[in-house]
């Protein structure tokens, strides 16, 4: 059985070394954070601390302590630089570190006490030579590796180097990560979509019109019948897509601070689009790659649609030209679509 520390090993005395031996100890950390989890948490771990994180949530206290072990897992990495969601600026590490890891510690923490799948995110980008105002303002197709892990009911690691997208599962009995899906192939045809319908009122037109051709199922533009799921936690809902396709959406709409989607592009969307193309997918801001989006700082939010890549194409094609759909049909609830 191929183990993550074998697959790791490959990489030594290659440009991806020190990438490797940070996600080695990534994955040393995501393990005592899914014992911690498992053990009820750190103490306190459901409840908000009172302390706004970068982007207004109130970190909870698990929020804090899965940072902590994170902050640890760089320091003993040849980093240079640490951006987390939890953190306003990015972090100094080691002088003359030869990586930069952007990370979301525990992404969906607002489900913990409802005991859905939360996880970790990060992106590992070329950190050599370069300062706290630049080092993450790198394109995501700079990223030397990226992933994220799974806290369910098993601890999973989905990562990827740029050849492909492997999935480990992690064995408690011994302490390794060991292969689950030697290379991710995410399904092109989708039959599922994932977005939070109960914002559909603030939507603009194109994502309105894409959705209610969903939802119009075998008789309508699409040909075929859709489900829809929202676990509200990016890396459940990012997992389900890569096994067995289907799209997944966090538009801009008419919210205040709302009009770039809420995903945070360095170390949220990139590393998922990073994954998802290295499985055969794909991801946009509803046009353009993710990955070839320039972000003006660590904590930049950006619209997100990613997974099967037919459909993230279609939905690309709605978004260019909403009238493109063709056909006559209404929205979900009070904001009809107009005939065409």
């Known amino acids: 059985m191929t183990t993550l ?9 290659t440009p991806l070394a020190d990438a490797a031996s940070c996600v080695g100890e990534l994955a040393a950390a995501a393990a005592a954070l899914f014992a911690m989890i498992g053990n009820g948490g750190a103490e306190g771990g459901a409840d908000a601390t009172g302390i706004g994180n970068s982007g207004g949530d109130l970190q909870k206290a698990l929020d804090v302590a899965a940072d902590r072990l994170f902050v640890d897992a760089a320091r003993r990495s040849p980093v240079s630089f640490y951006g987390s969601e939890e953190q306003d600026d990015a972090v100094p590490m080691a002088a003359g570190g030869t990586l930069a890891l952007a990370i979301d510690p525990l992404d969906g923490s607002s489900n ?24 993450f303002r790198q394109p995501g197709r700079a ?44 399904p092109e045809a989708a039959k599922e979509f994932a977005i939070n319908a109960s914002n559909q009122r603030h939507w603009g037109e194109p994502v309105r019109r894409y959705i209610a051709g969903c939802l119009a199922g075998k008789e309508g533009p699409r040909g075929r019948d859709f489900n829809m799921r929202w676990v509200a936690s990016a890396v459940a809902d990012a997992y389900r897509i890569f096994l067995r396709g289907g799209i997944y959406l966090y538009p801009g709409d008419t919210r205040k ?43 930049q939010r950006t619209p997100v ?3 099967s890549r037919e459909e993230v194409v279609e939905f ?25």
Do not use: W
């Open 257 to 299: 601070g709302y009009d770039k989607g809420r995903i945070r592009l360095t170390y949220e969307a990139s590393p998922i689009a990073f994954l998802a193309e290295n499985a055969g997918g794909a991801a946009t801001d509803g046009l353009t790659p993710i990955l070839d989006i320039v972000p003006e700082g660590l904590h």
């Open 143 to 186: 990223q030397l590796a990226a992933g994220f892990f799974v806290y369910g009911p098993q601890l999973l690691l989905v990562v990827s180097f740029g050849a492909g997208t492997t999935t480990y599962a992690y064995r408690p009995a011994s302490g390794e990560y060991e292969v689950l899906i030697e290379r991710m192939a995410i």
């Open 316 to 340: 690309g094609r709605v978004f260019a030209d909403p009238d493109s759909i063709g056909e006559n049909f209404g929205a979900l609830g009070e904001r009809p679509i107009a005939p065409l």
């Open 112 to 135: 913990i006490e409802t005991n859905v799948s939360i996880g970790t995110i990060f992106s590992i980008l070329p950190g050599e030579g370069r300062n706290a105002d630049d080092i």
């Open 305 to 307: 649609v990613f997974g």
């Open 5 to 13: 520390r074998s697959a790791l090993a490959t990489h030594a005395g």
